[in-house]
């Protein structure tokens, strides 16, 4: 099988691409499809904004504010041990990214994926994915997928072929696949005309 022959992925259009991803089996997989599905992959991976970087860094200037504000002083306390517990918390999320194992995209359609890889999967298998599309400003997409099916590549010993579907992927995160795909096929074509 020639994955660049490939016009389809479940029925939708797909698009031949050539960018690295990573992916690893996900036995955490219903916790994965609550987090995918509720939080867009760019909002569950940036960091929060400084909190308050106009209120005073002296000490001096801090007993001041106590003093003179003492109402604002314990929101600002509270409002700080928050976002330090928000912090520690979001950089606890990428956990799920560790003994990620790369591959190779090299098609994305509004239906799936097809990946090279370097093991082979079974049909029906779900694992999680990594995308980071190469597109300006950069996408990353973090989705559960499920092998439909997988094939030796003919071109490289040891290297499978898996076609995907999307199993848990956020709604904005699939409208931003939807965009890149439609971009992606307006450069092909542009492409075939020159």
């Not at 559960?144 to 999307?166: F, H």
């Amino acid at each position: 099988m020639n994955d660049k022959n490939e016009k389809f992925i479940h029925g939708f259009i797909s698009v031949p691409v050539l960018f690295k991803a990573s992916w690893r089996p996900a036995p955490d997989a219903d916790t994965l499809h609550e987090e995918i599905l509720h939080h867009r992959t760019s909002d569950r991976l940036t960091s929060p904004p400084p909190s308050f970087t106009d209120m005073p860094q002296d000490l001096a200037e801090l007993a001041d504010f106590q003093k003179t504000s003492p109402h604002i002083y314990r929101m600002w306390i509270t409002l700080e041990r928050k976002m330090d517990y928000i912090i520690n918390m979001m950089s606890q999320i990428p956990s799920h990214k560790q003994n990620m194992e790369e591959c190779v995209c090299s098609a994305v359609s509004e239906g799936g994926l097809r990946l090279r890889m370097n093991k082979e999967l079974r049909p029906g298998e779900i694992f999680f994915v990594s995308l980071t599309f190469p597109s300006y400003p950069l996408m990353t997409i973090d989705a559960l997928v499920r092998v439909a099916d997988i094939q030796p590549r003919r071109e490289k010993e040891g290297e499978w072929i898996v076609t995907a579907g999307y199993h848990a992927i956020n709604d904005i995160d699939m409208e931003d696949v939807i965009q890149y795909v439609f971009k992606r096929q307006r450069e092909i074509i542009q492409m075939e005309r020159e």
